[in-house]
C-alpha cells in the first residue's frame, strides 16, 4: 500500500452545519459534523428536456417542496443535481432542447459520484431521480440507469474491509451498515414562472423554452460550461470554491454578452491531492470521465450550439479534468468519420451546405489569479460568497496552501477578491462577444448532425 500522509483532525474548530444544506456550500468542518450526526447525502438527477413549448427545459429543484421535504426527513445534505442525464430522444429530439446521455457513460460516472460521497462519511447517500408523472415512459432511460448504479452498488459490498464475502450470511448482518445507496423517485415540479420567455440575459440553459433554444441557436450565441470538483479548501471556505469561481464571474460576464450558461460540472478528478475523502474532498477517475464528457459534448453539440467553451478552474491543463475534456472533444470530432455525409476526410472535402463539428474548446478564467484556499482564492470566496466563508476557522500550520509564506489566507480580502472579479468578467464579456455567429445560409435550420451521438 502507498504511503498516506493525514493532515492532524485531534482537533478541528466547530462548525455545525444546518439540515437541509447544499453541499457545494459547506466548509468541510459542517461537512465532518454532518457526518458525525449520520446526516445523509441526496443526489439530485434531472433531464434537460423538451416537455411542452412554453415549459423551460430545467426547473429549479431547491425551491420544490418536495425536495426540501425529503432532505428535512433524512437530515440531508443536497449534492449539485446532476443534468447532463440520458432521455433516449424518445419523445423529442435535440433540436427541441432535449439532451441525451450514453447510458453506460452515465452510469459509470454516477457509481462514481455515488461511491465518492458514500466515501465522506455521510450516512446513506440516495440518488433523487425525477420522472414525468403524466408519462412515466420518458423517464425510463433515467431509472434504468439509477437501478443499475444502485444495483451494482450493491454487489460491490463485500469489497469493503468491514463487510468481506458471504456478508450476507453472517450472523451479525443486522448490525451491518449495508443499506447504503438508496433511489428515490420525484415528481418533476411543473415551474412556468422559471421559463426564460424574453430571454432576457443572463441565458441559461435550464430556463429556456423549446422555442427559446431554437431561437438562440439560430442567433448563434455560444454555449459556455462551468467545469469543477469538490475538495476540501482549507477549513475557512466551502469545498464548491472551484464551481463558484468558474460559474459566478460567468454569470456576470453573460448578463452582459450573449451566451447561454449550461449547468455546472461540479464532480471531476481530483486525485485526492489535497486530502482524500475524509476531509471532504470528492474524485472521479479520469477514465469515467472522459467517457462521461464525450456524453455531455455530444448531447449539447446536437441541440445546435456552433461553439461550446468549458469553464475550468481546478488543477492545471496537465490535470486529468482539462486532458480528459480534450480528449473527449477530439472523440466527438473523430466520430464524423463514421456518420453519413461525412466519411474518412471529410474536413478535406468541405461543403457549405453541410454543417461540421461544433468548436469545443477550454479556458480557465482570466485575469483570475488562483492559487488553493490561498490569499487568492480566499478572497474569491470573500468576494463571491462571503456567507459560506470564515476566516476565524482558520487554523495555524493546518493546511500547507493555507500557510505558503506571503500567500497565507488569513491575508485574503473582499475588496482583492472584487478586484480580479471586475478583471475576469470583463474579460469574460469579450470572449463571449467574439464567439457569436449568427447561422446563415444554407446550413440555417438544418438539424446538427451531431444528434446521430450514441
Not at 469515467?288 to 468549458?310: K, P, Q, R, S, T
Request: charged fraction near 20%; aromatic fraction near 10%.
Amino acid at each position: 500500500m502507498p504511503s498516506t500522509y493525514l493532515h492532524d483532525t485531534s482537533f478541528y474548530p466547530k462548525d455545525a452545519v444546518r439540515f437541509p444544506a447544499r453541499l457545494e456550500t459547506l466548509r468541510v468542518g459542517q461537512i465532518r459534523n454532518a457526518v458525525e450526526r449520520k446526516g445523509s447525502c441526496l443526489l439530485p438527477l434531472a433531464t434537460l428536456e423538451a416537455i411542452s413549448p412554453d415549459q423551460p427545459i430545467g426547473f429549479d429543484p431547491y425551491v420544490d417542496p418536495a425536495l426540501l421535504g425529503l432532505a428535512e426527513k433524512c437530515q440531508a445534505v443536497i449534492a449539485p443535481p446532476l443534468w447532463y442525464c440520458p432521455t433516449g430522444y424518445t419523445h423529442g429530439g435535440p433540436e427541441d432542447g432535449t439532451f441525451d446521455m450514453r447510458l453506460r457513460a452515465f452510469a459509470g460516472y454516477v457509481h462514481n459520484v455515488l461511491s465518492s460521497l458514500a466515501e465522506i462519511g455521510f450516512h446513506t447517500v440516495r440518488m433523487v431521480a425525477y420522472v414525468d408523472p403524466a408519462d412515466p415512459a420518458r423517464s425510463e432511460p433515467l431509472l434504468a440507469a439509477c437501478r443499475f448504479v444502485q444495483a451494482h452498488l450493491f454487489n460491490d459490498l463485500w469489497k469493503d474491509a468491514e463487510i468481506g464475502r458471504n456478508w450476507w450470511d453472517r450472523p451479525d448482518r443486522a448490525q451491518i451498515h449495508w443499506q447504503r445507496y438508496g433511489l428515490e423517485v420525484l415528481n418533476r415540479p411543473v415551474q412556468p414562472e422559471y421559463a426564460n420567455l424574453k430571454e432576457d440575459l443572463p441565458l441559461r440553459l435550464r430556463q429556456l423554452t423549446p422555442r427559446g433554444l431554437q431561437s438562440v441557436v439560430a442567433k448563434g450565441y455560444p454555449l459556455f460550461v462551468p467545469s469543477a470538483v469538490i475538495e476540501n479548501h482549507g477549513n475557512q471556505n466551502p469545498v464548491g470554491c472551484d464551481g463558484f469561481e468558474a460559474r459566478d464571474p460567468l454569470m456576470m460576464a453573460a448578463g452582459e454578452a450573449p451566451a447561454v450558461v449550461g449547468p455546472a460540472i461540479w464532480f471531476g478528478p481530483t486525485g485526492y491531492g489535497v486530502s482524500g475523502p475524509e476531509l471532504a474532498t470528492t474524485d472521479i477517475d479520469g477514465m469515467v470521465y472522459e467517457a462521461f464528457m464525450e456524453g455531455v459534448i455530444g448531447g449539447l453539440a446536437a441541440m445546435g450550439f456552433g461553439e461550446i467553451v468549458f469553464v475550468q478552474v481546478h488543477q492545471g491543463s496537465g490535470g486529468a479534468q482539462w486532458n480528459g475534456t480534450a480528449m473527449a472533444a477530439q472523440a466527438y470530432r473523430a466520430s464524423f468519420s463514421a456518420r453519413e455525409g461525412y466519411g474518412p476526410g471529410w474536413a478535406t472535402r468541405p461543403d457549405s451546405s453541410r454543417r461540421g463539428p461544433a468548436i469545443i474548446s477550454q479556458i480557465f478564467p482570466p485575469h483570475a489569479q488562483y492559487d488553493h484556499a490561498g490569499k487568492n482564492e480566499t478572497s474569491w470566496m470573500l468576494h463571491l460568497r462571503p456567507q459560506f466563508t470564515d476566516l476565524s476557522l482558520l487554523r495555524p500550520n493546518d493546511y500547507r496552501f493555507c500557510w505558503n509564506p506571503g500567500n497565507e489566507s488569513k491575508l485574503a480580502t473582499a475588496d482583492w477578491g472584487e478586484t480580479m472579479c471586475k478583471k475576469t468578467v470583463a474579460a469574460l464579456a469579450e470572449i463571449i462577444r467574439s464567439k457569436v455567429r449568427p447561422v446563415a445560409g444554407p446550413a440555417a435550420g438544418k438539424q446538427s448532425p451531431a444528434t446521430n451521438h450514441q
